[in-house]
């Protein structure tokens, strides 16, 4: 894990002699999608559980949610990538692989969570029967949410995670596809700094 951090050209030369194993890649991935979730619920503990279910149910449905978009997220980012750099790119592992540095931001944020929790005045959730009430209330709390201090750090995080993941995919592909490498990097960059942008807005 160290060396597709640190040394991603070094690990993938080593990782072409070898017959492929996605197990672990997606491991990764998995991991990463999970921790992110349980810190992003650590860091709302204060605010009213959004489901009747209480903190218990709220982080079973963000888990649910995270792992189901998130794992659709990388089949997309790695057929992708496997439609631009072709079969020698081993796309699968090499996306996977490049969702290390979202662990490491994880693993960041958890802490961080716990030491910096967002606050807000904010009433109980309405009756899920009141529609209109209910959009009101969620846009309260995601408007608490993103002015919360720990959320802009966690937003600069996620912008160097995603250039370190990029480098990853980018030492990658210089080993596995070379000729490729250029191309294929630029279009998964802006695919996925645009849909960075989005979220964070």
Known sequence: MLEVLTQPV???????????D?????????????????ASQVS?????AVFPGGA??????????ALVF?????A?????LRLL?????????????????????????????????????LPPPPALTDAE????WQREYEGVIAAAPVTRVQQGLSLVAALWSLWIVYSGLRVLAPARALLATGVVAALSLGLLAWSLR
């Open 85 to 121: 750099a072709g079969a020698g790119s081993r796309a699968w592992e090499l996306y996977g692989w490049a969702s290390a540095p979202v662990l490491v931001l994880a693993l960041v944020s958890l802490p961080l969570a716990a030491l910096m929790p967002v606050t807000g005045d």
């Open 70 to 74: 998130g794992l659709i997220l990388w």
């Open 10 to 20: 070094r690990f993938f030369e080593s990782l072409r002699g070898r017959k492929p």
């Open 22 to 38: 996605l197990l672990p890649p997606l491991l990764v991935v998995v991991a990463a999608l999970a921790l992110s979730a349980i």
């Open 56 to 65: 218990g149910l709220q982080l079973a449905f963000a888990l649910a949610g």
């Open 133 to 136: 009430a209910l959009q009101q």
């Open 76 to 80: 997309v980012g790695a057929g992708l």
């Open 44 to 48: 709302a503990r204060l605010l009213p």
